[in-house]
């Protein structure tokens, strides 16, 4: 690589995100970096000396919308000259290939070389650079450089990576095989939270139920006790959950650490046994249904929320009415539903993509339908009733009426006379919709 020579003094840079909290928290882990090298965050990519474009390869969509805003930054570069690099997961997965293709973009850095990102932009891109290297440890970025988006909710990476290859799945090639960080890193990183004062915490991982410390073994029902203990902290969230590794012991300790809030995402992708089979999930719809029924039994106010496909390779109609009637078995309060799409080297890649789009967009719309039914009916009863609310803002909609999120991670707006962003408010729900709830607070 060549010599620094940029210093990186006042120059304004800005990060573009796609896809998941993981990114999310990439996303602020690379601006803390750069941040702390001397540059200056800005809200607008036309200002700014340095744009970092962190890419999501989830689903080929994730991957057309990233190659569209690509096309944007490459006619705003011939307006104005800027250093353009290219992160994360696309990054990862077509490294040097996308310095070919796209001749505008100065670096690609896969999600293990974030460490090197100061460096290239010093180097005042002299020579294109892309690094896609894998590290079998967690890579520790200082919690210290971190640049944080809110100041009341932050995002805490415990592991990274999965070694489960559901066929669907492009994960496992972009993250790479499971790493986690050391539970001291971790305890450290959230008591340092507590100390600047915030509120509520959410363990990030691909699969944070298969956390284990690299050095002692302790597992993730330890690090949500030794979490739990922080004082100042009030609530505790984690995601992604594979149903196979939630066990009985996880859900114990949920219900045992007060800390820990009663809102869980577990995803199921599909209620069909066989698809799941195709899926290499490693769970049949009874199985889940059972880690449903343990759940409800230990923690009745559990929020529920999913993740589903439709169209996978070779779904039959017969199949797909197996995930709408899961819907309506566990009636989650929330989902995150997709319609099939082949990524490249997964399992399911090689199979015939057989369900048409036009089939998959009805069953995806039949989906929707469905369970925007059921959230409204849920959301229904919480009328009338009080609920503690995390205030994170204002209402993107209404600047007048606060925003935040109650234990079970849905949307509540609410009136208030106080300024109340950053505390813990109870609100009274008078209304709702199928997306959010709406209410008042209790004390004006
Ligand atoms: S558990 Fe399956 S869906 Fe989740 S990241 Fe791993 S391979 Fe992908």
Known sequence: MEKSTRNLKNLK?????????????DSERIAGILSTAGGKISSSPEESDIIIVNTCAVRKKSEEKLYSYLGRLASSKKKKKRTIGVVGCVAQLYGPELLEKKSFIDFVLGPDNYNLITEIIQSNHEEKFASTSWSREYKEIPHEKIFRESNISAYVTIMEGCNNFCSYCIVPFTRGREKCRPLQKITQEIQNLANKGYKEIQLLGQNVNSYKDPETEKDFSVLLKEANRIIAIEWIRFITSHPKNFTKNIAETMKGSEKVCHQLHLPVQSGSSSVLKRMNRGYTREEYLEKITFLRDLMPDISLSTDIIVGFPGETEKEFKETLSILEEVRFNNIFSFRYSPRPFTGAYKEKDNV???????????????????????????????????????????PRIYSGRNEGYQVVNFKSKNDV??????????SCGPYSLHGEATKQ
Do not use: P, W
Not at 14 to 25: K, L
Not at 358 to 376: A, D, P, S, Y
């Open 13 to 25: 840079f800005y990060v573009h995100t796609f896809g998941c909290q993981m990114n999310e928290n």
């Open 356 to 398: 048409s789009f036009e089939e998959k967009k009805r069953r995806l719309i039949e989906v929707q339908n469905l369970q925007k039914k059921i959230q409204l009916e849920l959301n229904e009863s919480t009328i009338g009733k009080v609920m503690k609310v995390l205030c994170t803002g204002k209402s993107k909609k209404a």
């Open 421 to 430: 962003i950053g505390c813990f408010v109870d609100v009274h729900i008078t």
